[in-house]
């Protein structure tokens, strides 16, 4: 009953959230949901089978929650009970971070601001992580198949959605220059990949941000190519 109530509670916090900050945005004039539109292509293909994927594992979480599958021993339901409530403390954070720049999906029209203070000197998509703790945290508290299906589709479009917002936003292209031509300055002194390492550990630290280690694979292989 406490995992129940534990659950409920972190996705009502969730949720509320999110249309709270939505609904504050439209009487602004801003039109936060721009998932799929005025896209084509993969773009478009990838935010609309994320809000599918987001859709349908709320919906079996729900369920999952309201018929109590238990199929996990005590301790990995109350490190699920953790994992939730941190997703969804850390999702709350990012969207007040955000304040009006916040959009689910990219918009090719509006101007907002890169933010890079608060959480987001962390992590670059805390929002995506508290998505994906609060799913994480629902499974193992509920744990069932067919969830445990929806959880990791949910996720995988969640990261595909944050591949291809780095690639889409321009400010981000010439962020990804500036860091390979420091590879490529610092590349040119060093003979080994350790002490390159020791040398720039704040450029290193994209390899341990959530979701971006895609980035920095890329400007590897630029530097290196």
Not at 35 to 49: L, R
Not at 72 to 88: C, D, E, M
Request: charge should be positive.
């Amino acid at each position: 009953m406490e995992f129940k109530l534990i659950s409920i509670a972190s996705i009502i916090a969730f949720y509320g959230c999110y249309f709270v900050k939505m609904f504050h945005q439209k009487k602004q004039g801003i039109q936060t949901d721009q998932i799929g539109k005025n896209k084509v292509g993969f773009v478009k293909f990838v935010e609309i089978t994320m809000k599918i994927a987001a859709i349908l594992v709320f919906i079996a979480g729900l369920s999952s929650i309201f018929f109590e599958t238990e199929h996990n021993p005590v301790s990995v339901r109350i490190f699920g009970a953790i994992l939730s409530v941190a997703g969804t403390a850390i999702f709350i954070v990012a969207v007040w971070t955000m304040r009006d720049s916040w959009r689910a999906g990219v918009s090719k029209t509006d101007k907002t601001e890169l933010v890079t203070n608060g959480i987001y000197q962390i992590s670059r998509n805390p929002a995506f992580l508290g998505f994906d703790l609060l799913y994480i945290g629902t499974l193992l508290m509920f744990f069932n198949w067919i969830l445990c299906f929806l959880t990791v589709f949910a996720v995988i479009m969640y990261h595909l959605q944050i591949v291809k917002k780095i690639f889409y936003l321009p400010h981000l292209e010439m962020s990804i220059c500036n860091i390979r031509r420091k590879f490529v300055a610092i590349l040119a002194e060093s003979d080994n990949f350790k002490f390159l390492k020791l040398r720039n550990r704040n450029l290193w630290r994209c390899h341990y941000v959530y979701g971006n280690w895609f980035m920095f694979r890329c400007c590897i292989w630029n530097c290196l190519r």
